[in-house]
């Protein structure tokens, strides 16, 4: 593989476009082959598939490609039963085993980090490994999964071009970092800005042109590092900000004052805007992508570093909270309230809610009753859940983990009588 121009700083600056979703050139009559159908792979593929492309999707769990071509979904996210349901049954959406040839490819395969923090590109290796026999000239090749700086060109590029093909000439490699929200995503996908980042400008401009034709947000075209480093930097802006939220909790419960009462009081303020504290922060994004900074630039990423500690040790703050209110009771019933990493997901990805419950459940601070609507028990098996009526009924204290709609609803009649942790401030 050989790239034809590496940096195109110069010649093509940050440039915007409104694009209103009107496509160019081939688009949208070309095929598309989305590998991995996750999270954002099968909302992506259905999107595509919606918009006139006819989409093959590749995961390599056969019982996932089964569930798509019955027309159904193995991820919770509104609404896309019913996309999915409506692209399956026209024909647009396939779901497949291996790669096959296509216009474009698109790489949304999951990007986690090993146990000492160093990103793991194995699953972005491999779908850009499978690719590479099936990439014919003219084709675009898109990362979209959250990537540290050089993947796109050191990993997809380097295992998914051809020998003998340049890279901006026969073919076009870029990274679009997706930006949506879990709840969210079949809106946000389509209505967010995008960050384009090529590895030449003719890659950023196909991939443009690409974008444009179904995503009703602005297109920004930068390089590909910038697009990869923008992606970790959103992520890590985040991450910072819940930190000091967590930490001002654990300062205010040294304190012993409201922490969400100070928040409302100090976001008053024209220009404070403290985001929300909670029991630690989950998810396969907000509490990865800081680290890929932290690993590419230890010595530069001191902030960055900090705040992920001080959210990774929220949980830690919890369970001694717990644990010191239950050691007041005989044979105390401790009832958890919500095990995915946020509210109205069935995601349990790096959650912090699973983590301090399940470390109730190994320490000797009483029965712990767990409970979460969300999760079925074909999802989950490490121990048993428990109905809300019968967590409310049993327990003598109630610890709330994650602010689900059925949580929030809950009689203050109910909970006036139970001793209430409540990590996010739900029931003041
Ligand atoms: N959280 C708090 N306090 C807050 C906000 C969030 O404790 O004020 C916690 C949540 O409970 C959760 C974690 O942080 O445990 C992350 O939740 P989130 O809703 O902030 O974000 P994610 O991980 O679901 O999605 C993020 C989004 N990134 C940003 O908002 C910058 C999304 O747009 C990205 O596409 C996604 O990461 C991703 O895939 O990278």
């Known amino acids: 593989m050989t ?18 979703g009107q496509g160019q050139g081939l688009f949208p009559t070309a095929s598309v082959c989305v590998v991995g159908l996750g999270y954002i792979g099968l909302p992506t593929a ?14 390599v769990r056969e019982e996932v490609v089964e569930t798509i071509n019955r027309g159904e979904i193995h991820i919770e996210e509104p609404d896309l039963d019913v996309l999915v349901k409506a692209v399956v049954a026209n024909n647009r959406l396939k779901a497949i085993r291996e790669p096959q040839p296509a216009d474009v490819f698109i ?55 051809p020998d003998g093909m340049v890279v901006g000439k026969d073919v076009f490699v870029a990274h ?20 384009i980042g090529g590895m030449t400008p003719a890659c950023t401009q196909k991939t443009k042109s690409f974008y444009q034709s179904f995503v009703t947000g602005e297109v920004m075209a930068t390089t590909a590092v910038s697009a990869e480093l923008t992606k970790l930097v959103e992520n890590s802006f985040r991450d910072v900000n819940i930190a000091f939220a967590n930490e001002l909790s654990i300062l205010c419960d040294h304190f012993d004052v409201d922490t969400w009462e100070i ?5 008053r303020h024209p220009r404070v805007n403290i985001l929300s504290p909670g029991p630690g922060v989950g998810g ?31 949980p830690q703050h919890v369970i001694n909270k717990v644990l010191e ?16 990493y946020k509210s109205d997901v069935d995601d349990l990805r790096e959650s912090p809610s699973l983590d301090i419950t399940r470390a109730l459940m190994n320490s000797d601070a009483g029965e712990v009753l767990a409970c979460d609507p969300l999760i079925t028990e074909d999802q989950f098996s490490e121990f048993p859940l428990h109905s809300l009526d019968e967590v409310l009924k049993r327990s003598t204290l109630i610890v709330l983990l994650t602010d689900h709609q059925q949580f929030r609803e809950i009689s203050p009649a109910v ?14």
């Open 46 to 59: 259905s999107i595509l598939a919606s918009k006139g492309y006819q989409v093959a999707g590749v995961d």
């Open 107 to 161: 790489i949304c395969v999951p990007t986690p980090f090993t146990g000492d923090h160093k990103p793991d590109l194995s699953y972005v290796e491999k779908a850009s490994k499978a690719i590479r026999p099936h990439v014919r000239p003219g084709n675009l090749i898109i990362l979209e999964s959250t990537s540290p700086p050089r993947t796109t060109e050191d990993v997809v590029a380097k295992h998914a071009v």
């Open 3 to 20: 790239s034809e121009l590496q940096s195109h700083k110069d010649t093509d600056a940050v440039s915007e476009s409104r694009s209103g």
């Open 263 to 267: 928040i409302e009081m100090a976001n």
């Open 415 to 428: 909970l006036h009588e139970k001793v209430v942790v409540d990590t996010r401030g739900i029931w003041r």
């Open 325 to 340: 209110l239950s050691a007041r009771f005989t044979n105390p019933v401790i009832g958890c309230l919500g095990l995915t």
């Open 176 to 195: 679009c970092p997706e930006r949506v929200l879990p709840g969210r995503i079949l809106i946000e996908a389509v209505e967010n800005d995008r960050v």
């Open 284 to 314: 396969h994004c907000i509490s990865v992508d800081p680290w890929f900074l932290v690993d590419a630039a230890p010595e530069l990423t001191n902030l960055i570093r900090t705040a992920r500690e001080v959210n990774e040790s929220k």
